[in-house]
């Protein structure tokens, strides 16, 4: 299926499945990390970081790094259903939470998670 996409309109953010492992150099322990992944879809421009954790904090950390690197801001950020981002989620109306509202709000632009239960509505 083709998809046309605007540019500069959305950002779709994400944590990938499985959990990635880096190695502190000093003490030589591995650490389990999350994949954070978001992507322009129109230009396919994609940023990728390890965070410690899924929380909000972290998620929250990850999309500030995201708009430094593409060196602006979309009119709107598509997460998944992850709970940093979504408090409830629905099939018709999720509920955002707090903390990743005003972040939107800071920068200017709007949260619209995809569709929960629809999987239809989440291709990249």
Not at 65 to 77: A, K, M, S
Request: proline content about 5%; hydrophobic content about 40%; glycine content about 4%.
């Amino acid at each position: 299926m083709h998809l046309e996409h605007k540019a500069g309109d959305k950002l779709f953010i994400d944590f990938a499945g499985k959990k990635l492992s880096i190695v502190n150099k000093d003490s030589g322990e591995i650490l389990p990390v999350e994949v954070f992944v978001a992507i322009l879809p129109c230009s396919q421009l994609t940023y990728v970081e390890a965070v410690a954790t899924q929380k909000k904090e972290d998620l929250i950390t990850a999309c500030e790094h995201t708009l430094q690197y593409i060196e602006g801001v979309p009119q709107v950020i598509v997460p998944d259903n992850l709970k940093a981002a979504v408090t409830k989620s629905s099939k018709y109306e999720a509920v955002i939470n707090d903390d990743f509202a005003d972040f939107a709000d800071r920068y200017g632009c709007s949260v619209i998670p995809a569709r929960a239960y629809c999987p239809g509505t989440k291709l990249w």
